[in-house]
């Protein structure tokens, strides 16, 4: 079936469901940019997060899910109706992942889990750097995601909706870009302080708090002329000058051929 045409009754009958399971609320969609490519990077509590950040965006989207989802009763059906595409879980999927990044360089939504796996207590686990990359390659802006209940739907373990009693929540942050996250740094360690830093975000904003700042990295420190030992009584200190030429003079000089090799090790 088009999309066009599935995605409006899925989300009716999402709805619906909704209201049996607990109700549901959506939050800070006005943060999700109308046009143009954007990763959601949600947590993953459970195996109801797919469809249930798909029907809370205000656009279309494309979410990747683990092949795993896509043989289960109603999440399955719901999960393809919505765009769904799978991944292969534990292994690197370059298949899954280039199509992701395709698909955000069309201009299109797509939704990414990055703990890469289910949390087994609701927190939220370390992010795998691999969104940073997909969304680097793609050059697109990065939405923090949060949802809230979802895991008294569908538990850790278990495979069958349930009633939780309680309304389920689906919070969007402000976009980061990934330059934002990585503070410029270039780099497998930049994509990794990347990743605990939208951690960083998401942790914000499951407790419903702004973005905390980025501290700021402490400058050398230099010594002071209170931690400048003192000389030895009885004995003249000699200008700075000077003694920076007798410490000039007494430095050696290396071999010609140490030079050579220290010149080469820098090309």
Same mark, same amino acid.
């Given at each position: 079936? /088009? %999309?066009?045409? *599935? =995605?409006?009754?899925?989300?009716?009958?999402?709805?619906?469901?909704?209201?049996?399971?607990?109700?549901?609320?959506?939050?800070?969609?006005?943060?999700?940019?109308?046009?143009?490519?954007?990763?959601?990077?949600?947590?993953? *509590?459970?195996?109801?997060? #797919? /469809?249930?950040?798909?029907?809370?965006?205000?656009?279309?989207?494309?979410?990747?899910?683990?092949?795993? *989802?896509?043989?289960?009763?109603?999440?399955?059906?719901?999960?393809?109706?919505?765009?769904?595409?799978?991944?292969?879980?534990?292994?690197?999927?370059?298949?899954?992942?280039?199509?992701?990044?395709?698909?955000?360089?069309?201009?299109?939504?797509?939704? *990414?889990?990055?703990?890469?796996?289910?949390?087994?207590?609701?927190?939220?686990?370390?992010?795998?750097?691999?969104?940073?990359?997909?969304?680097?390659?793609?050059?697109?802006?990065?939405?923090?995601?949060?949802?809230?209940? +979802?895991?008294?739907?569908? /538990? %850790?373990?278990? $495979?069958?909706?349930?009633?939780?009693?309680? =309304?389920?929540?689906?919070?969007?942050?402000?976009?980061? +870009?990934?330059?934002? !996250?990585?503070?410029?740094?270039?780099?497998?360690?930049?994509?990794?302080?990347?990743?605990? =830093?939208?951690?960083?975000?998401?942790?914000? !904003?499951?407790?419903?708090?702004?973005?905390?700042?980025?501290?700021?990295?402490?400058?050398?420190? $230099?010594? $002071?002329?209170?931690?400048?030992?003192?000389?030895?009584?009885?004995?003249? +200190?000699? #200008?700075?000058?000077?003694?920076?030429?007798?410490? +000039?003079?007494?430095? /050696?000089?290396?071999?010609?051929?140490?030079?050579?090799?220290?010149?080469?090790?820098? !090309?």
């Amino acid at each position: 079936m /088009p %999309y066009w045409f *599935i =995605r409006p009754i899925a989300w009716v009958v999402f709805h619906l469901c909704y209201i049996f399971f607990g109700g549901i609320r959506f939050q800070g969609r006005e943060h999700v940019p109308k046009k143009g490519g954007v990763l959601i990077t949600p947590n993953h *509590i459970s195996d109801a997060d #797919p /469809p249930t950040v798909a029907i809370a965006l205000p656009r279309d989207a494309w979410v990747m899910a683990k092949e795993e *989802i896509f043989s289960m009763k109603i999440i399955g059906p719901f999960s393809r109706w919505l765009h769904g595409f799978p991944v292969k879980r534990y292994t690197a999927d370059r298949a899954a992942l280039r199509r992701a990044e395709e698909l955000l360089k069309e201009g299109n939504a797509v939704i *990414i889990f990055p703990e890469g796996k289910l949390s087994p207590d609701g927190q939220i686990q370390p992010l795998l750097p691999g969104v940073l990359l997909i969304a680097k390659g793609a050059d697109v802006p990065i939405v923090p995601t949060i949802l809230i209940g +979802t895991d008294k739907i569908i /538990p %850790y373990g278990s $495979t069958t909706p349930r009633p939780s009693g309680k =309304r389920t929540i689906v919070r969007f942050g402000p976009p980061v +870009t990934v330059a934002e !996250l990585t503070g410029g740094g270039k780099g497998s360690a930049a994509m990794h302080r990347g990743a605990e =830093r939208l951690r960083e975000l998401m942790l914000a !904003l499951q407790r419903g708090e702004p973005y905390p700042e980025r501290p700021a990295e402490a400058a050398p420190e $230099t010594p $002071t002329e209170a931690e400048t030992p003192p000389s030895e009584p009885g004995v003249k +200190t000699p #200008p700075e000058s000077a003694r920076n030429d007798e410490e +000039t003079d007494a430095q /050696p000089v290396a071999p010609l051929n140490a030079q050579t090799e220290e010149f080469q090790g820098k !090309l």
